[in-house]
């Protein structure tokens, strides 16, 4: 299982894009980013998933170097309700689904 | 189509007692996780149940134990309780060789040992 390094929090303001970046040096081939997001006492909710290149859906972006070492997930025009830790993880889903969490990214999103 | 549900809710334990939590995967998966979440860290991997069986486990003591119904819905017991226990504690369903795992949380059991 990889290890992913993320920034420990982050604030922006409403309306404007953020991008948090994910550091997985280790990862292996057949794994793939997985993106969650987690508000206080509720369960972490899935956000996108990739394996390469770009994936885009109706709440976020994912883009991930041809190298993989790094991914970014990017959140267009975020709003205060944005606010909340957001997790990156490496796995292999193949592999079993031992799912490894790391300390994840505490998004402040200000008025 | 509900979702992932847990219960109870809200549970306060004293030290040395025993505690249950259950767990209803979401319609459809097959494959029930646990974990523990600590305030202010990550979900830690408890261990994940498959077809009636413990197929994962992750770093923690025999204190812990769980079961999987053939229903698929998923107990987890913890003996002995410490004031450590003290937790979040999420079951997460998926359906088991989905390829891109795509875990299902739910809203987690609060646990409070005093």
């Known amino acids: 299982l990889a290890k992913t390094t993320q920034p420990i929090s982050m604030d922006s303001y409403e309306g404007q894009e953020v991008n948090i970046t994910c550091s997985h040096n280790n990862i292996a081939t057949n794994d793939y980013i997985t993106w969650y997001q987690q508000f206080p006492s509720q369960g972490p909710r899935f956000i996108i998933q990739g394996y390469k290149t770009k994936v885009t859906n109706e709440v976020a972006s994912l883009f991930i170097p041809a190298d993989r070492k790094s991914s970014t997930l990017s959140l267009p025009r975020v709003s205060l309700s944005d606010t909340a830790v957001y997790y990156c993880l490496a796995m292999d889903p193949t592999g079993g689904f031992k799912t490894i969490f790391g300390a994840g990214t505490r998004l402040f999103v200000k008025a | 189509d509900a979702g992932v549900t847990q219960s109870p809710t809200h549970l306060i334990k004293t030290r040395g007692q025993q505690v249950t939590l259950r767990c209803s995967p979401k319609s459809g998966h097959d494959t029930v996780s646990w974990y523990q979440q600590a305030l202010g860290q990550g979900p830690q991997f408890i261990f994940q149940y498959y077809e009636e069986e413990e197929r994962q486990r992750g770093n923690f003591p025999d204190r812990f134990s769980g079961h999987q119904f053939p229903n698929y819905s998923s107990e987890l017991n913890v003996n002995a309780l410490l004031l450590g226990d003290s937790a979040l504690y999420l079951c997460?369903?998926?359906?088991?060789?989905?390829?891109?795992?795509?875990?299902?949380f739910g809203s987690g059991t609060q646990l409070s040992v005093l």
């Open positions: 997460a369903s998926s359906s088991f060789g989905d390829r891109g795992e795509k875990l299902f």
